[in-house]
């Protein structure tokens, strides 16, 4: 942060501590929102406030503050500006905000209590109104709060080598990455069942439920929101059956709102038994390849810069996340064994895509997403050397490496009209007419179908990426890969297919085939993504 701080009369008690951070802070006690935007514009300044009013200028930046409390409000200040890297406790004078300069023990005499210039040998004075400061019992109790307010944000701006861009994420007192993850949205009421005493804090007070207790919030009620629940001893707290570790925050919009927000350890070993099922200790090595690659695509998606209330989703639309439930030795030990291990490529940390069976070959990035190719998510063999035989192929042994599906010709066609509507390719049916060919576009080197052509005898309905399995779907279940056959004949369709998911990146079920035939998981991953290192990071 290079720019300075101007803050409304609202924030006073804010301001001195920032002064005595060191963090370059005016403060207006009296002035008016015009007065306040020049003087922001004309110093080059952000402006720190507590009333939205203060928003929209041009050319200023505003940094609007909802909390009372003192903690808090820095805790939101941190997320917008780096606090850690601009304290210097006693840099700036809490009256003025002018900068302390050392003043030599001898001329500090008559200024200062003699207790003071007895106990005391090093003084700093403020050279605008003469304040003379010096670190005291005072001083200490002050630098012992902030330093504890500090370490539950730390904001950490890490830079790869040969990357320019930098990396914003709040840590634990240990280090790690804290991740906010989306449990649940959009909801009239949330029950919170704990398993232990739990304390429930808020913007003006905080107060303990009892263990088995079932605590109910809605969206009427009184409380001060958001609402944080931690347990004494660090036990789950349950939401819908599911429980999850560390902290919950419920916050409330139009609707309530649940935030899990634990550390990226604790974090990942509740995604890969979710993502990659129980498994054998013969089996540890891909186990650890997923904890690997799950570490790095929530790395990657940490949103702190962006500021809204969560970094991933529990779903399949990130990675699915269930808390503590299906945790097992074997994942946690590979999750262990990989402490702070990401994937990188050229040094910055890489979009670790994976999906469960890719058929024997893997997919581009483009096949599915249609975006400027990525080095390191090409089209590869999933097999130790090129080879046509499927028994080669690391994901031959899962259950979906090669699949079938047979309808009756009418009943394909009206099931295909039927999914042209239901996902928005048209808004009637009857206008779809009548179903003349269908035709596929493949990537000749991944076998993926790219684009999809349903011609009729009123129009040609043309899909891409997605939407293709979206618009073969059966019932609910979309079609499992783009990775497949259409064969008709007068009376019926068949569509014979290979692999599940998209298919880009790493192939689980390869992965746990690799493991199976002695493959280290570094080895796996630099298998499926080419050119990448393992990095530890933390």
Same mark, same amino acid.
């Given at each position: 942060?290079?720019?300075?701080?101007?803050?409304?009369?609202?924030?006073?008690?804010?301001?001195k501590?920032?002064?005595?951070m060191?963090?370059?802070?005016?403060?207006?006690?009296?002035?008016?929102?015009?007065?306040?935007?020049?003087?922001?514009?004309?110093?080059?300044?952000?402006?720190?406030?507590k009333?939205?009013?203060?928003?929209?200028?041009?050319?200023?930046?505003?940094?609007?503050i909802?909390?009372?409390?003192?903690? #808090?409000?820095?805790?939101?200040?941190?997320?917008?500006?780096?606090?850690?890297?601009?304290?210097?406790? /006693?840099?700036? #004078?809490?009256?003025?905000?002018?900068?302390?300069i050392?003043?030599?023990?001898?001329?500090?005499?008559e200024?200062?209590?003699?207790y003071?210039?007895?106990?005391? !040998? =090093?003084?700093?004075?403020?050279?605008?109104?003469?304040?003379?400061?010096?670190?005291?019992?005072?001083?200490?109790?002050?630098?012992?709060?902030? *330093?504890?307010?500090?370490?539950?944000?730390?904001?950490?701006?890490?830079?790869?080598?040969?990357?320019?861009?930098?990396?914003?994420?709040?840590?634990?007192?240990?280090?790690?990455?804290?991740?906010?993850?989306?449990?649940?949205?959009?909801?009239?009421?949330?029950?919170?069942?704990?398993?232990?005493?739990?304390?429930?804090?808020?913007?003006?007070?905080?107060?303990?439920?009892?263990?088995?207790?079932?605590?109910?919030?809605?969206?009427? *009620?009184?409380?001060?929101?958001?609402?944080?629940?931690?347990?004494?001893?660090?036990?789950?707290?349950?939401?819908?059956?599911?429980?999850y570790?560390?902290?919950?925050?419920?916050?409330? !919009?139009s609707?309530?709102?649940?935030?899990?927000?634990? *550390?990226?350890?604790?974090?990942?070993?509740? +995604?890969?038994?979710?993502?990659?099922?129980?498994?054998?200790? /013969?089996?540890?090595?891909?186990?650890?390849?997923?904890? +690997?690659?799950?570490?790095?695509?929530?790395?990657?998606?940490?949103?702190?810069?962006?500021?809204?209330?969560?970094?991933?989703?529990?779903? +399949?639309?990130?990675?699915v996340?269930?808390?503590?439930?299906?945790?097992?030795?074997?994942?946690?030990?590979?999750?262990?064994?990989?402490?702070?291990?990401?994937?990188?490529?050229?040094? /910055?940390?890489?979009?670790? =895509?994976?999906?469960?069976?890719?058929?024997?070959?893997?997919?581009?990035?483009? !096949?599915?997403?249609?975006?400027?190719?990525i080095?390191?998510?090409r089209?590869?063999? *999933?097999?130790?050397?090129?080879?046509?035989?499927?028994?080669?192929?690391?994901?031959?042994?899962?259950?979906?490496?090669?699949?079938?599906?047979?309808?009756?010709?009418?009943?394909f066609?009206?099931?295909?009209?039927?999914?042209?509507?239901s996902?928005?390719?048209?808004?009637?049916?009857?206008?779809?007419g009548?179903?003349?060919?269908?035709?596929?576009?493949?990537?000749?080197?991944?076998?993926?179908?790219?684009?999809?052509?349903?011609?009729?005898?009123? !129009?040609?309905?043309?899909?891409?990426g997605?939407?293709?399995?979206?618009?073969?779907?059966?019932?609910?279940?979309?079609?499992?890969?783009?990775?497949?056959?259409?064969?008709?004949?007068?009376?019926?369709?068949?569509?014979?297919?290979?692999?599940a998911?998209h298919? #880009?990146?790493? #192939?689980?079920?390869?992965?746990?085939?690799?493991?199976?035939?002695?493959?280290?998981?570094?080895?796996?991953?630099?298998?499926?993504?080419?050119?990448?290192?393992?990095?530890?990071i933390?």
């Open positions: 942060m290079t720019k300075g701080l101007v803050l409304d009369s609202m924030l006073g008690r804010l301001a501590w920032l002064r005595f060191g963090i370059d802070t005016l403060y207006v006690k009296e002035g008016d929102t015009a007065t306040i935007q020049n003087l922001a514009l004309r110093t080059g300044r952000i402006i720190v406030t009333s939205h009013k203060l928003e929209g200028r041009e050319k200023i930046e505003t940094i609007v909802d909390s009372e409390n003192l903690k #808090c409000q820095i805790k939101e200040l941190s997320e917008r500006i780096d606090m850690k890297c601009n304290t210097k406790l /006693s840099g700036r #004078c809490s009256l003025c905000n002018s900068l302390l050392d003043i030599k023990k001898e001329n500090v005499r200024k200062i209590p003699s003071v210039f007895d106990t005391q !040998d =090093k003084f700093l004075e403020c050279p605008n109104c003469n304040k003379i400061y010096w670190q005291g019992t005072h001083y200490k109790n002050l630098k012992k709060r902030i *330093d504890s307010i500090l370490a539950s944000l730390v904001l950490i701006s890490l830079v790869f080598t040969g990357c320019a861009k930098k990396v914003f994420y709040k840590t634990n007192r240990m280090g790690i990455p804290m991740v906010r993850v989306l449990i649940e949205q959009n909801q009239n009421e949330i029950s919170i069942f704990p398993s232990d005493i739990t304390v429930v804090k808020s913007l003006k007070k905080n107060f303990k439920i009892e263990p088995f207790d079932t605590f109910r919030i809605s969206v009427g *009620d009184n409380y001060d929101f958001p609402l944080s629940f931690e347990s004494k001893h660090n036990s789950p707290i349950f939401l819908k059956g599911i429980g570790p560390t902290e919950i925050i419920v916050y409330l !919009d609707n309530l709102t649940a935030i899990n927000f634990v *550390d990226m350890e604790t974090y990942i070993k509740g +995604v890969v038994p979710q993502e990659l099922g129980v498994r054998s200790f /013969s089996e540890i090595e891909a186990v650890k390849a997923q904890s +690997v690659a799950a570490r790095t695509y929530a790395f990657n998606h940490l949103k702190l810069s962006k500021k809204p209330l969560f970094d991933l989703v529990s779903t +399949v639309y990130d990675q996340y269930k808390g503590i439930q299906n945790r097992n030795p074997i994942s946690d030990s590979a999750v262990n064994e990989t402490f702070g291990k990401i994937i990188t490529y050229q040094g /910055s940390p890489i979009e670790s =895509k994976y999906s469960s069976t890719c058929g024997g070959i893997t997919s581009y990035v483009t !096949d599915n997403w249609g975006r400027e190719t080095p390191y998510l089209s590869i063999m *999933d097999s130790p050397k090129y080879s046509s035989k499927d028994e080669d192929k690391f994901c031959s042994i899962s259950p979906l490496y090669k699949w079938r599906k047979k309808y009756p010709r009418e009943e066609y009206s099931m295909l009209k039927n999914n042209l509507v996902e928005n390719i048209v808004s009637i049916k009857e206008l779809i009548n179903i003349k060919t269908i035709c596929l576009e493949r990537n000749s080197r991944s076998k993926r179908v790219t684009t999809l052509k349903i011609k009729t005898n009123t !129009d040609e309905f043309i899909l891409r997605l939407d293709i399995r979206k618009v073969l779907k059966d019932g609910n279940k979309i079609l499992w890969s783009n990775y497949f056959y259409i064969e008709q004949s007068e009376d019926s369709i068949i569509i014979d297919g290979k692999g998911g298919g #880009c990146g790493m #192939c689980q079920w390869g992965a746990i085939g690799m493991a199976r035939r002695g493959y280290h998981y570094d080895e796996i991953l630099k298998h499926y993504y080419r050119g990448t290192n393992v990095k530890k933390y």
